[in-house]
Nanobody, 127 residues
Framework: QVQLVESGGGLVQPGGSLRLSCLAS????????IGWFRQAPGKQREGVSC????????YYADSVKGRFIISRDNAKNTVSLQMNSLKPEDTAIYYC????????????????????WGQGTQVTVSS
């Protein structure tokens, strides 16, 4: 069973940066596909950035391209999401999700393909 724990959320001013981390246990990270999703009040959960195991395919939502970077450190069993140039519309609860095995690019951003979820971490972008 994959267990995921997020950290790194908080309050930041517009234009600032945050780095989220997702620590995985139960499986070695290089076998896991990991996705970052977010949900704002009154909105559906959406895929933000995802990285597949093995092949290493990545996905970025159009709204975060050029600002967010996903990376994995297999030695630390951690996937990080570096978030730069943050905007108020990035405010949401951010969730880390995982599944054993790879996932093709077409499915990376669909939450239904993920079987394990973290508890979420709040990101608030406000002046």
């Amino acid at each position: 069973q994959v267990q995921l724990v997020e950290s790194g959320g908080g309050l930041v001013q517009p234009g600032g940066s945050l780095r989220l981390s997702c620590l995985a246990s139960g499986f070695t990270l290089d076998y896991l596909t990991i996705g970052w999703f977010r949900q704002a009040p009154g909105k559906q959960r959406e895929g933000v950035s995802c990285i597949s195991s093995s092949v290493g395919d990545t996905y970025y939502a159009d709204s975060v391209k050029g600002r967010f970077i996903i990376s994995r450190d297999n030695a630390k069993n951690t996937v990080s999401l570096q978030m730069n140039s943050l905007k108020p519309e990035d405010t949401a609860i951010y969730y880390c999700a995982g599944r054993p095995g790879s996932l093709s690019q077409d499915y990376l951003s669909d939450p239904k393909w993920y079987v394990s979820w973290g508890q979420g971490t709040q990101v608030t972008v406000s002046s």
